[in-house]
Nanobody, 114 residues
């Protein structure tokens, strides 16, 4: 089973950038579609972006043009580059497999101040 460790979160002003890495342990990482999810206070966890094993990427409309998901299969790591951050991006960010997530990591808090 894949274990996931997210990091890279923090407090940033609106318009700023953050890069979130997610390190995965376990077998089969390179064959899995990996996604980034986020959960804002009082809201359900939702996918924001995902990357297939072949490198194709998909984004929700609210982050298109601002966020970039990438993966390094040699390092079992998936990244989320977040630019032009907005206060509404404030959430705990998690990575996991798509479409059926496994066990969740602890997530990483991203707070965007206005």
């Amino acid at each position: 089973q894949v274990q996931l460790v997210e990091s890279g979160g923090g407090l940033v002003q609106a318009g700023g950038s953050l890069r979130l890495p997610c390190a995965a342990s376990g077998s089969g990482f390179s064959m899995k579609t990996m996604g980034w999810y986020r959960q804002a206070p009082g809201r359900q966890r939702a996918v924001v972006a995902f990357a297939t094993s072949g490198g194709s990427t998909t984004y929700v409309d609210s982050v298109k043009g601002r966020f970039t998901i990438s993966r390094d299969n040699a390092k079992n790591t998936v990244y989320l580059q977040m630019n032009s951050l907005k206060p509404e991006d404030t959430a705990v960010y998690y990575c996991n497999t798509i479409p059926f997530p496994g066990s969740w990591g602890q997530g990483t808090q991203v707070t965007v101040s206005s």
